[in-house]
């Protein structure tokens, strides 16, 4: 059998991250944990202290901040976000919307094609910012609209599998 070209729509196949944005992210990891058993939980301040991290909203350089917290549901990763300054899309989220989830999302090995190929429906990045690992970089899709979501993009790096890396007193840990 010929190898099968390889196409965009490829990169929406396996979900490994779903993001659901809070308020108030102490509260939430306090729920998930004590009545559904769910954690243990990783939490960071993003970005995190020290790094210089990429940042864009609506094609403009952005100067937004959260807080975030990770923990594994099999094969899925569940991601808390609660935005705390800055104009970002999770803000934007949160006053129009509400608590509720917010992202579905996929790796990739090449991000730009999937960029490419989703401004032809008209579906362009709405943010954008580097990933926790050092070469990764992350895009959510203006989506909402379209599906009811943001669908999220992260280019990984080779070699890893992808997944939020572990912390260990606040610094990433590959």
Not at 47 to 52: A, F, N, T, W
Not at 100 to 125: C, K, M, T
Not at 131 to 157: C, H, Q, Y
Request: aromatic letters at 10%.
């Amino acid at each position: 059998m010929a190898d099968q070209e390889f196409s965009p729509k490829d990169t929406f196949k396996q979900c490994v991250q779903i993001g659901v944005v809070v308020r108030d992210l102490d509260r939430s990891i306090q729920a998930l944990t004590e009545i559904f058993g769910m954690g243990p939980f990783r939490s960071i301040e993003w970005p995190p202290e020290g790094r210089q991290m990429d940042k864009i909203y609506h094609g403009q350089p952005g100067d937004f901040t959260a807080r975030m917290a990770f923990t594994e549901l099999g094969s899925v990763e569940l991601e808390l976000i609660q935005p705390v300054s800055g104009q970002s899309i999770w803000a934007d989220f949160l006053a129009e919307r509400g608590e509720g989830i917010h992202h579905i999302r996929f790796n990739v090995l090449d991000l730009d094609p999937v960029i490419e190929y989703l401004a032809s429906p008209d579906v362009p990045v709405a943010q954008m910012g580097s990933g926790l690992r050092p070469g990764t970089v992350w895009a959510n899709f203006d989506s909402a609209d379209k599906v009811g979501f943001v669908i999220e993009a992260m280019k990984m790096v080779a070699g890893t599998d992808g997944r939020t890396p572990q912390f260990v007193d606040g610094k990433v840990r590959s």
